[in-house]
């Protein structure tokens, strides 16, 4: 270590190092604690059970609650905890192996029920009537973020189980209503929602759920409506509708602020949040419409054909166009090394090694990361950048290579060269370091990469050549076990190609022909009104060159090379 440490030091003092280090992701350490394995998580519900129990054992009046004795209320939390444990194993399996999310699911419903108990002794302390019992309780709390943060799947569960032990919470005479009203406004908050892209429309759940509350009342005669009579009762349902409404606009309010909060502490970003990051004004986004505009041109398409692909199997599209914006940043450094951005006339890798050029190549994924680093960007559009050429190989460069190894084999079986001079091609050293694709959007992203990048190079995009294209590189990444660690299935496969050859033919469909100008010179324009040279078209037509050479072998093959030359560049 001290070795190392004194070497640096030396080629820093001799000019031979920056004495600057490469960023590097930090690892948050109270994730990865919680997420150790089963004890873990065991003794999580355990201290759930134990606080839930102690909750209502000293919280609840021990004259109205439903179990008398202390033993009682603890055995029936404790079974309630167990079957929480065994629908989290059964019915949400992925979650439940990361400690994290369960941590936040036992959390939530703590939270919930603590502020079920103190809506209950504000309307003990304001000595308001029973029928505000069932109006100031924060339903929608839990659902609303789990649902928000994990999915409706979760919403459900956490709506159930603050229901169910709500319950206990509540007088005795009170608990029935309370275990309606908490799971109708809880499952209607967990649909309101659901996929939600606007901050706006979590008050407009908010508001929803006080409307389902209050009409709840009605039905169940806390609310007097069906016989008023007097002015007084007209203005007492009136007070307890506008309860009901504010306690729901309140509690969707209440989500939204320490939504963020949440996001942070438990690593989890939401659709709002990736909508958030899906911002083409960003700084990064900013230089690459100046340095690199062709590589911006790249993102765009990719981020909507990874969108389309990614809701066509039901994953999260709203992170696949925020992470597609970002997942080539590393270009910025050299753009004039990658084909999409140079201007055609001069080619900087004609001065390099085909191994040079490679590692030029591979290198905008190291910088890409050291940017989204510097620019604090999430940790998952950061695994994107990492991922998404998986271990793939640079197919065009270590092809030069091979060209150019046996151009001085022969160079030294002619007495031309000398064999030191013959370099050696390991194929490994024309990879992507990886790692492989690890997520379902992270997947779509690389696949939808390599097929934008070489749909680029078709001459004459029919719908037949794009779906023979798509075909092509699918079964290239398949073969290389490239999506070997993702949970993308055949079937969704199937459905992402479908979705690649729907967007690519909208987007690269033919123009129509436009008729030809009637000023009796019928070869002066082209079907797309540019002027044509009759000299031109006349030898090309001597020398056997017309147009409709263009599907012709050698023509083919030339685009296959093309084909090859974009998935390398890209």
Aim: hydrophobic residues 40%; neutral net charge.
């Amino acid at each position: 270590m001290l070795d190392r440490l004194f070497s640096n030091s030396r080629l820093k003092q001799q000019g031979f190092s920056s004495g600057r280090k490469r960023r590097t992701q930090k690892e948050d350490a109270l994730r990865y604690a919680l997420a150790e394995g089963l004890v873990v998580r065991i003794s999580l519900f355990f201290l759930f059970a134990l606080l839930i129990s102690t909750l209502i054992i000293y919280g609840a009046d021990s004259g109205s609650r439903i179990f008398a004795a202390s033993s009682q209320i603890a055995v029936v939390v404790t079974l309630i905890t167990l079957t929480m444990l065994v629908q989290f194993y059964i019915n949400l399996p992925q979650s439940f192996e990361r400690n994290s999310r369960v941590l936040m699911m036992l959390f939530a419903i703590l939270s919930h029920l603590l502020l079920v108990k103190l809506s209950l002794s504000l309307g003990q302390s304001f000595s308001l009537g029973s029928g505000y019992i069932f109006l100031m309780a924060p339903y929608a709390f839990a659902p609303m973020i789990m649902s928000l943060l994990l999915g409706r799947n979760h919403g459900t569960m956490a709506a159930l189980y603050t229901s169910l032990l709500g319950s206990l919470l509540v007088p005795e005479d009170a608990a029935f209503k309370f275990l309606i009203f908490s799971l109708v406004c809880g499952f209607v908050a967990v649909y309101l929602t659901h996929d939600m892209r606007r901050r706006s429309r979590l008050v407009r759940a908010g508001l929803f759920v006080g409307l389902t509350g209050a009409l709840l009342g009605c039905v169940m005669g806390e609310i007097p409506i069906f016989n008023p009579v007097t002015a007084t009762e007209w203005k007492l349902i009136g007070i307890q509708c506008l309860t009901a409404f504010s306690v729901g606009i309140l509690t969707a309010m209440v989500v939204s602020g320490i939504l963020p909060v949440l996001e942070s502490l438990f690593g989890i970003t939401t659709a709002l949040s990736w909508l958030e990051m899906a911002d083409l004004n960003h700084p990064l986004m900013k230089r690459m419409t100046l340095e690199a505009p062709g590589t911006y041109h790249h993102c765009l398409v990719l981020a909507n054909l990874s969108e389309a692909a990614a809701e066509a199997v039901g994953a999260n599209g709203t992170k696949c166009r925020a992470c597609s914006y970002f997942h080539d940043i590393g270009k910025l450094n050299k753009p004039g090394y990658f084909i999409e951005n140079s201007d055609g006339i001069h080619n900087p890798h004609d001065e390099l090694t085909p191994t040079m050029s490679a590692l030029v190549i591979m290198a905008h994924v190291k910088d890409g990361v050291d940017l989204a680093l510097k620019h604090h960007l999430n940790s998952e559009i950061i695994d994107v950048i990492r991922e998404h050429h998986g271990t793939s190989l640079i197919y065009y460069f270590y092809h030069r290579a091979l060209q150019l190894k046996e151009e001085l084999e022969e160079q030294v079986r002619q007495d031309k060269a000398r064999e030191e001079d013959v370099p050696e091609v390991s194929e490994s050293g024309f990879r992507y370091p990886g790692p492989r694709p690890r997520s379902k959007e992270s997947a779509i992203i690389s696949l939808a990469d390599a097929v934008e990048s070489a749909s680029r190079s078709l001459v004459k995009p029919t719908p037949q050549r794009i779906e023979q294209l798509i075909e092509e590189i699918t079964d290239s990444r398949l073969k290389e076990d490239q999506l070997d660690e993702c949970e993308l299935t055949l079937h969704d496969i199937a459905l992402i190609k479908k979705s690649f050859a729907s967007t690519l033919r909208s987007m690269m469909h033919n123009r129509i022909a436009y008729p030809k100008q009637e000023d009796g010179n019928k070869d002066s324009a082209d079907t797309d009104g540019k002027p044509r040279n009759p000299r031109a078209k006349a030898k090309r037509k001597r020398s056997g060159k017309t147009d409709e050479s263009k599907d012709s072998p050698p023509l083919k093959e030339k685009e296959k090379l093309e084909t090859s030359k974009w998935k390398a560049a890209s």
